[in-house]
């Protein structure tokens, strides 16, 4: 089986701070790991991805994750948060070779305070 | 591409009633999937779809709920009879078929149910 726990429901913080949002996972073979954002009443939208290779992925609107194999996290971070960036923020995780089906973590919101 | 297309984007019915909702997927892509979003649940998956053929549909709630794809380029999620409890975002989403599953999945922009 495998599975995403995104451990905060909420997380807050002030416009131009450092953020993160975290996501560990369980899977028993090799992981493909997501990020998407979600903006109120519109679908999920893809942010970035870890495959293979660099454990440091970039992906879009300036985000990027790191993907740690020993503490099975693989949480998102951004340098400096914008107003803009205040959505919902879901982990999904992906057995290698396990068709093309995602299971997603709860969801965090992310609220950044001018 | 004008990415994933749903219909309708906001349904409103009363129980008993049939419900159909729509999903035109991005040409070219393998996979379809039906994703369901409420407060209480999160997102839950229903079915996919790999090359017009269901995969899995262990998430199907119960009999009530039905989904076809009749070609690659259409499908269908019904619900009938519908119950208040359907009230959800339903989402569809496709992806390509990737070496080793690495395609990510692209999502429409829903459909609200809502089932008085």
């Known amino acids: 089986a495998q599975s995403v726990a995104q451990p905060e429901d909420q997380v807050n913080v002030a416009e131009g701070n450092p953020l993160t949002v975290k996501c560990t996972y369980s899977?028993?073979?090799?992981?493909?790991l997501f990020w998407y954002v979600q903006y109120p009443n519109r679908g999920l939208q893809f942010l970035l991805k870890?495959?293979?290779?660099?454990?440091l992925v970039k992906g879009s609107y300036g985000f990027e994750a790191e993907f740690n194999k020993s503490q099975t996290s693989f949480h998102l971070k951004k340098p400096s948060a914008l107003v803009s960036d205040s959505a919902l923020y879901f982990c999904?995780?992906?057995?290698?070779?396990?068709?093309?089906?995602?299971?997603f973590g709860g969801g965090t919101r992310l609220m950044v305070k001018p | 591409d004008a990415g994933v297309i749903q219909s309708p984007r906001h349904e409103v019915t009363e129980m008993g009633q049939e419900v159909t909702l729509r999903c035109k997927p991005i040409?070219?892509?393998?996979?379809l999937f039906w994703y369901r979003q409420t407060m209480m649940r999160g997102l839950e998956l229903l079915i996919y779809?790999?090359?017009?053929?269901?995969?899995?549909d262990s998430g199907m709630p119960e009999d009530r709920f039905s989904a076809k794809m009749p070609n690659a380029s259409f499908s269908t999620l019904k619900i009938q009879p519908s119950e208040p409890r359907d009230s959800a975002v339903y989402f569809c989403?496709?992806?390509?078929?990737?070496?080793?599953?690495?395609?990510?999945?692209?999502f429409g922009e829903g459909s609200r149910l809502t089932v008085l």
């Open positions: 899977v028993s073979g090799n992981p493909y």
């Open positions: 999904a995780v992906r057995i290698n070779n396990a068709g093309n089906m995602l299971t």
């Open positions: 870890y495959i293979t290779g660099d454990n």
């Open positions: 040409s070219g892509h393998d996979y």
């Open positions: 779809f790999n090359n017009n053929v269901p995969i899995d």
């Open positions: 989403a496709s992806s390509r078929a990737l070496a080793g599953g690495a395609g990510e999945l692209f």
